[in-house]
């Protein structure tokens, strides 16, 4: 059984379009995150839910626009794609409330392609 | 904010041989600094972490070294086998708050054979 599992795990898409990643984890976990990995590898959080509330929120357009559910799920929908959009996208969820004091379970990663 | 760092970006060994990884923060207030492998096209997992009340913690071929003072904290692979082969994170962050975890900016590790 998968712990996070997200879907799709590829995406290719034309500038301008939406589109939405789902993810969803079987953990139990209360926190969940999205993290954007670029073609440098760099790791950055995007945002953070706790039992369906959000409570980190970096700088990130408005165009992203995540939606919780219920604790187990967290999707993100993105408006108007443009190609720096393209990135892979990790889902993740940990026990505690805050990342800092415990594992982070990643998803495989959506890989988004904006041509 | 916290900002982490991290040297070397590139990194390779021959089989058998020693690696090291080293990160600095910018935050005194951070106190948990995990570790984390990522596997070429996998998803990053933990592999060890310490707290800021502990100055080295081992386990099996790995370790983590945190040296509070200096705001630096390092990775340890001895031993090394081509299955280490993988992009390595460090992260930092505080227990207090809604702090994020701030990753570095990885280090590629090759074993060569």
């Known amino acids: 059984d998968t712990a996070v599992s997200q879907t799709p795990k590829y995406l290719v898409t034309q500038m301008g379009n939406d589109k939405s990643i789902k993810c969803e984890q079987n953990?139990?976990?209360?926190?969940m995150y999205w993290y954007k990995q670029d073609s440098k590898k760099f790791l950055k959080i995007m945002f953070s839910y706790n039992n369906k509330e959000l409570i980190i929120n970096e700088t990130v357009p408005n165009r992203f626009s995540p939606k919780s559910p219920d604790k187990a799920h967290l999707n993100l929908h993105i408006n108007s794609l443009e190609l720096g959009d393209s990135a892979v996208y990790f889902c993740?969820?940990?026990?505690?409330?805050?990342?800092?004091?415990?594992?982070?379970?990643f998803g495989e990663g959506s890989r988004l392609t904006v041509l | 904010g916290e900002n982490v760092e991290q040297h070397p970006s590139t990194l390779s060994v021959q089989e058998g041989d020693s690696a090291v990884i080293k990160c600095t923060y910018s935050?005194?207030?951070?106190?948990?600094f995990p570790w984390y492998k990522q596997e070429l096209g996998k998803r990053p997992q933990l592999i060890i972490d310490i707290r800021s009340n502990v100055g080295e913690k081992k386990d099996q071929r790995i370790a983590v070294t945190l040296n509070k003072t200096a705001k630096h904290f390092s990775l340890h692979i001895t031993e090394t086998q081509p299955e280490d082969s993988a992009v390595y994170f460090c992260a930092a962050s505080s227990y207090f708050g809604n702090e994020k975890l701030t990753f570095g900016t990885g280090t590629r590790l090759t074993i060569i054979p």
């Open positions: 935050d005194s207030a951070s106190n948990y």
């Open positions: 993740a969820s940990s026990q505690e409330v805050v990342a800092n004091t415990g594992e982070l379970f």
């Open positions: 953990l139990g976990h209360d926190t």
